[in-house]
């Protein structure tokens, strides 16, 4: 069954290319045990990723031997929604696919946040 995304339609895909999501199945799919909520599909930026960084948590550096190799400017990745509303706060938040985020990241950002970020709204 697929998931559910903010406007309650069918999760679209975040990103194959690279392979994204919880359960690199390229949707910001989550579960039980996705413990960091990995359901905002964000288009990343340079600050962004410097940011990331800066926490803890490098997403640009390659890491072949878990098949990583690593993210760029305008990649989609699946974000935790923790992490991306701390980038949010700090004035360095990633635009996002909202069509292909989780409805699960309202549990953490609101909608209207979320809206003012969003790349495929009309």
């Not at 409805?103 to 790349?119: F, G, H, N, P, T």
Request: include cysteine; charge should be negative.
């Amino acid at each position: 069954m697929k998931q559910k995304n903010p406007f309650g339609e069918d999760i679209l895909p975040c990103s194959e290319q690279p392979l994204t999501g919880f359960f690199r199945d390229g949707c910001c799919n989550t579960g039980e045990q996705d413990l960091g909520s990995h359901t905002v599909c964000a288009v990343v930026t340079d600050e962004f990723l410097e940011f990331s960084r800066a926490r803890g948590n490098d997403l640009s550096t390659p890491r072949p031997e878990f098949g990583f190799d690593g993210l760029k400017a305008g990649d989609r990745w699946c974000l935790c929604a923790a992490r991306w509303l701390e980038a949010e706060e700090a004035g360095c938040a990633p635009r996002v696919m909202l069509r292909a985020c989780n409805v699960a990241v309202l549990e953490v950002v609101d909608m209207e946040r979320l809206r003012q970020y969003a790349v495929d709204l009309n």
